[in-house]
């Protein structure tokens, strides 16, 4: 089963430190790239738990004791690890968005490539896909869709575009949408289509909302000195990671105590973030939006 390669696998690895000893925690399990990489380096008391809500993501499970898969969304992770009898561990990754597999699969409908059910969910249980939000969202939410998560410059003409269309009939299919919207397109059609397709797989699986879940938990799961590290593909999740890392609030907001001293939960490992290099690009031409930033829980004050 055809999953990308792992991303910025060395950055991760070094920024992690990871202890032979320790527990980790893989949140996009995806192909195991990343998650086998920790066993390596892992010994024999280590532990290692990913997630992944994805039910295709079954097939690459890691036979090794040391290792879970819980398949979930990694926002409840806080919750799976208790129930594990794990409170506290020593390094938490992230490598967010979709995978290559979910691009390649024609029926899963990520892809504007094929022409297949626009469905587009992370996890198959839930019951709502692409196809029922584009043809039951009302046109200001459409627009609002748009605009934010795939900053389609004339989303509003684009909304009201998809509510004429779909009021002579469903857009159910990919080739639906395209020639619903193709008068439309501006500028690179392949980048325009692929900021249509990104806005409505982050709406549909609530990938911000996940995300900030996410970060707010990993300040509780995480050992003083503890390490996370989390690779981003676009504006608003590394915003929201840089933000956290600052600050420890996903809006960026500043938390002073009585005296004026500024919270900062975190030391940062990356003062900017780092993107592959040319050598990786050459190999995987997928990661070229990929961002990498990693910062390491500070002990608190009495510690």
Known sequence: MAYHVPVLAKECMELLAIRPEGVYVDVTFGGGGHSRLIL???GGKGRLIAFDQDEDVKANEILDPRFTLAQHNFRIFRRFLRLEGVDKVDGILADLGVS?????????????????????????????T?????????????LEVFSRYGEVRNSRSLAARLVAERSKRPLRSVNDLLQAIDPLIRGDRQ????????ALRIELNDEMGALRDFLEQSLDS??????IVVISYHSLEDRMVKNFFRSGSVDGEIKQDFFGNIYRPF????????????EELRLNPRSRSAKLRA???APSPAE
């Open 40 to 42: 390596e380096k892992l």
């Open 100 to 128: 290559s597999h979910q691009l390649d699969v024609p029926e899963r409908g990520f892809s504007h490539r094929f022409d297949e059910v626009l469905d587009m969910r992370m996890d198959q249980r839930s019951e709502r």
């Open 130 to 142: 692409a196809a029922d939000l584009i043809n039951t969202y009302d046109e200001s939410q459409l």
């Open 191 to 198: 980048r325009y289509l692929s900021q249509v397709f990104q």
């Open 222 to 227: 995480l050992k003083p000195g503890g390490r």
């Open 267 to 278: 030391e940062l490992l990356t003062k900017k973030a780092i993107a592959p290099g040319e």
């Open 295 to 297: 910062a390491v829980l």
